[in-house]
């Protein structure tokens, strides 16, 4: 029952915040609950703490920011965003009062059990955030592990500040995090794994539009945020800020062509070779393409297949010559396994090895040298393992320093569970089947990159993925027009080319000024910028500030989003005057 309170230090780098002043001139108003201030001190702990993490950031809103107290809140605050700050005690004109406020346009921010308790302490229940924030409170996360993370949707209205599926790790503090279920969340709660949470919802920010105000809710009280970096607390609440100050927000998306999600779905194709076929098919049956990478040793052994699978059309990469892994070895041991696969495959396809830039670690075993390796052999992306990033999208190695994206090898970090982590947990078909299908559903909320990998012979008849897959890809078919399925060298060719534009904007009202300059060599198909709507289905106009500017496309994503689609950026610098209304 919302009564374990922790004392947090956070004052300690509140200076470390960013000071730069928002745009929008409306009041932001931090309201410090006197009940609730009482309530803290009763049980030990200084609401105060919590306040301190707001009275961190709010100082960038200028003369906008003020904290109000009781009497300032009751005799009515002029339009503008109130923060409600763990604000667990709330007494009828309190209540009352809040309703004025969003009633006359005035948006919300609360956190945690706001409101979940009466003016005496007294438990209310979930009743106000349910009511005012449109989610369903179902219960609280176990907080007997410190395993929590948050992972905000990348490219989403709120979160778009924040790269996609980011583990943001949430400590272990006294309050339970709250689960929750809304229509619209801008994050969720997972392990470091990612996994489905076995006790249901996950839900952590949620976000709501009435027909007068906007409202975003916390699921998590301000201790938590000790835990983040002040630098990617301010980064997220920016975007949130701005949503809920109806003050739409232009930026590069990360997919091409208006998709919100890109998926990559590939074989290791090891033992039992000759199941690699079945899965072409059940690719090729909704129209996508995959990646096999070939542990040549065996690849050797079935040069038709792999010469058949090329000419369907999917992508053949390495999974090294043998199945041991290169972290640790020598160089000279990694090279020479690198060169001895390459000459392998080169007895397979001939003159088409060229094609084979893409590679995957046996056993996901790697490291720098390999990295720096691969390159050098003419790999341009390699596939790792969950915890090769914090996020949910391509990166660029790191391996080699001062290397553009140009040169630099693409990371695609695996970010689904596979087949052999199912069948260590001794999942059943049904449960893979619906582990699967979940974290799908979570790759396109997130804007993430989807990879999944299964095995050749985890794929023979009656074999755990084989059965799974067609379902999976009915799945993936029901979600073309969000998704983007395409081949690993296909993704990274992308990360690279997007890589290459840069954009600019600059806001007065509702008009933005977009400038977007593209690098060498250009020729950018497909190119996405996001627009957030300062309203449900807002239209969104573009006009090019000269004619010659290549045209765009837009594309409604959601009520809350629009896509600018550029067919062909060719070098240079071009610019757009885009109006939401």
Same mark, same amino acid.
């Given at each position: 029952?919302?009564? !374990?309170?922790?004392?947090?230090?956070?004052?300690?780098?509140?200076?470390?915040?960013?000071?730069?002043?928002?745009?929008?001139?409306?009041?932001?108003?931090?309201?410090?609950?006197?009940?609730?201030?009482?309530?803290?001190?009763?049980?030990?702990?200084?609401?105060?703490?919590?306040?301190?993490?707001?009275?961190?950031?709010?100082?960038?809103?200028?003369?906008?920011?003020?904290?109000? #107290?009781?009497?300032?809140?009751?005799?009515?605050?002029?339009?503008?965003?109130?923060?409600?700050?763990?604000?667990?005690?709330?007494?009828?004109?309190?209540?009352?009062?809040?309703?004025?406020? @969003?009633?006359?346009?005035?948006?919300?921010?609360?956190?945690?059990? $706001?409101?979940?308790?009466?003016?005496?302490?007294?438990?209310?229940?979930?009743?106000?955030?349910?009511?005012?924030?449109?989610?369903?409170?179902?219960?609280?996360?176990?907080?007997?592990?410190?395993?929590?993370?948050?992972?905000?949707?990348?490219?989403?209205?709120?979160?778009?500040?924040?790269?996609?599926? !980011?583990?943001?790790?949430?400590?272990?503090?006294?309050? #339970?995090?709250?689960?929750?279920?809304?229509?619209?969340?801008?994050?969720?709660?997972?392990?470091?794994?990612?996994?489905?949470?076995?006790?249901?919802?996950?839900?952590?920010?949620?976000?709501?539009?009435?027909?007068?105000?906007?409202?975003? &809710?916390?699921?998590? +009280?301000?201790?938590?945020?000790?835990?983040?970096?002040?630098?990617?607390?301010?980064?997220?609440?920016?975007?949130?800020? =701005?949503?809920?100050?109806?003050?739409?927000?232009?930026?590069?998306?990360?997919?091409?062509?208006?998709?919100?999600?890109?998926?990559?779905?590939?074989?290791?194709?090891?033992?039992?070779?000759?199941?690699?076929?079945?899965?072409?098919?059940?690719?090729?049956?909704?129209?996508?393409?995959?990646?096999?990478?070939?542990? @040549?040793?065996?690849?050797?052994? /079935?040069?038709?297949?792999?010469?058949?699978?090329?000419?369907?059309?999917?992508?053949?990469?390495?999974?090294?010559?043998?199945?041991?892994?290169?972290?640790?070895?020598?160089?000279?041991?990694?090279?020479?396994?690198?060169?001895?696969?390459?000459?392998?495959? !080169?007895?397979?396809?001939?003159?088409?090895?060229?094609?084979? $830039?893409?590679?995957? =670690?046996?056993?996901?075993?790697?490291?720098?040298? $390999?990295?720096?390796?691969?390159?050098?052999?003419?790999?341009?992306?390699?596939?790792?393992? +969950?915890?090769?990033?914090?996020?949910?999208?391509?990166?660029?190695?790191?391996?080699?320093?001062?290397?553009?994206?140009?040169?630099?090898?693409?990371?695609?970090?695996?970010?689904?569970?596979?087949?052999?982590?199912?069948?260590?947990?001794?999942? @059943?078909?049904?449960?893979?089947?619906?582990?699967? =299908?979940?974290?799908?559903?979570?790759?396109?909320?997130?804007?993430?990159?989807?990879?999944?990998?299964?095995?050749?012979?985890? &794929?023979?008849?009656?074999?755990?993925?084989?059965?799974?897959?067609?379902? &999976?890809?009915?799945?993936?078919?029901?979600?073309?027009?969000?998704?983007?399925?395409? !081949?690993?060298?296909?993704? =990274?060719?992308?990360?690279?080319?997007?890589?290459?534009?840069?954009?600019?904007?600059?806001?007065?009202?509702?008009?933005?000024?977009?400038?977007?300059?593209?690098?060498?060599?250009?020729?950018?198909?497909?190119?996405?910028?996001?627009?957030? /709507?300062?309203?449900?289905?807002?239209?969104? $106009?573009?006009?090019?500030?000269?004619?010659?500017?290549?045209?765009?496309?837009?594309?409604?994503?959601?009520?809350?989003?629009?896509?600018?689609?550029?067919?062909?950026?060719?070098?240079?610098?071009?610019?757009?005057?885009?109006?939401?209304?």
């Amino acid at each position: 029952m919302l009564i !374990r309170l922790t004392l947090i230090l956070c004052f300690l780098y509140a200076s470390c915040f960013s000071k730069t002043v928002h745009a929008n001139d409306l009041p932001v108003y931090l309201y410090r609950s006197p009940l609730t201030a009482q309530f803290f001190k009763v049980n030990e702990a200084a609401y105060d703490d919590m306040l301190a993490q707001w009275r961190a950031y709010l100082p960038k809103f200028g003369k906008q920011f003020k904290e109000v #107290n009781r009497s300032e809140l009751t005799e009515g605050l002029l339009p503008g965003t109130l923060i409600l700050a763990s604000a667990l005690l709330l007494d009828p004109e309190e209540r009352e009062a809040i309703q004025t406020f @969003t009633k006359a346009g005035g948006g919300l921010v609360a956190t945690w059990g $706001t409101g979940s308790r009466g003016a005496t302490g007294e438990w209310k229940g979930f009743d106000f955030i349910e009511s005012n924030f449109q989610v369903s409170v179902k219960g609280e996360l176990t907080r007997d592990s410190e395993s929590w993370f948050l992972t905000p949707f990348g490219d989403g209205p709120l979160t778009w500040s924040l790269p996609s599926g !980011r583990r943001i790790y949430m400590g272990k503090t006294a309050e #339970n995090l709250l689960r929750i279920e809304a229509p619209n969340l801008a994050a969720v709660y997972m392990d470091w794994d990612r996994g489905k949470d076995k006790d249901g919802a996950n839900g952590a920010i949620a976000f709501h539009e009435a027909d007068t105000h906007r409202a975003v &809710y916390f699921s998590f +009280p301000e201790s938590a945020w000790f835990y983040h970096t002040p630098d990617e607390v301010a980064t997220m609440l920016d975007s949130i800020m =701005a949503w809920v100050q109806r003050s739409p927000k232009v930026f590069k998306a990360a997919w091409p062509d208006g998709k919100e999600a890109a998926h990559l779905i590939e074989m290791d194709t090891e033992d039992k070779f000759f199941s690699a076929p079945t899965f072409a098919q059940h690719l090729e049956k909704i129209g996508v393409k995959g990646t096999f990478y070939v542990l @040549t040793s065996v690849a050797i052994k /079935h040069p038709e297949i792999v010469k058949d699978l090329m000419n369907r059309g999917h992508e053949i990469a390495y999974h090294a010559d043998v199945h041991v892994g290169f972290r640790g070895l020598k160089s000279s041991e990694q090279e020479a396994r690198i060169i001895n696969m390459k000459n392998e495959l !080169r007895k397979i396809i001939g003159s088409q090895a060229t094609k084979a $830039t893409g590679f995957r =670690a046996p056993t996901e075993s790697y490291d720098t040298t $390999t990295e720096q390796l691969l390159r050098k052999h003419g790999i341009l992306h390699h596939a790792a393992d +969950p915890n090769a990033s914090q996020d949910r999208l391509p990166f660029f190695s790191t391996a080699e320093n001062n290397l553009g994206p140009e040169k630099a090898l693409v990371v695609l970090p695996r970010t689904q569970h596979d087949d052999i982590s199912f069948r260590r947990q001794n999942r @059943t078909t049904a449960q893979v089947s619906e582990a699967i =299908a979940h974290d799908l559903d979570l790759v396109i909320k997130g804007g993430a990159l989807g990879l999944l990998s299964v095995h050749s012979q985890n &794929y023979v008849d009656g074999a755990l993925m084989q059965q799974t897959m067609g379902a &999976y890809m009915d799945k993936v078919a029901g979600y073309k027009d969000r998704l983007w399925v395409a !081949r690993g060298d296909q993704i =990274a060719d992308w990360w690279r080319k997007r890589a290459l534009a840069e954009i600019k904007t600059t806001q007065k009202d509702k008009k933005i000024h977009l400038e977007m300059e593209v690098k060498q060599p250009g020729n950018i198909e497909g190119l996405s910028v996001f627009v957030t /709507h300062p309203a449900k289905n807002a239209t969104v $106009t573009v006009q090019p500030a000269d004619q010659s500017a290549p045209k765009v496309r837009i594309k409604v994503i959601d009520p809350f989003r629009s896509a600018l689609i550029f067919d062909k950026l060719a070098p240079g610098r071009v610019e757009y005057l885009i109006t939401v209304q």
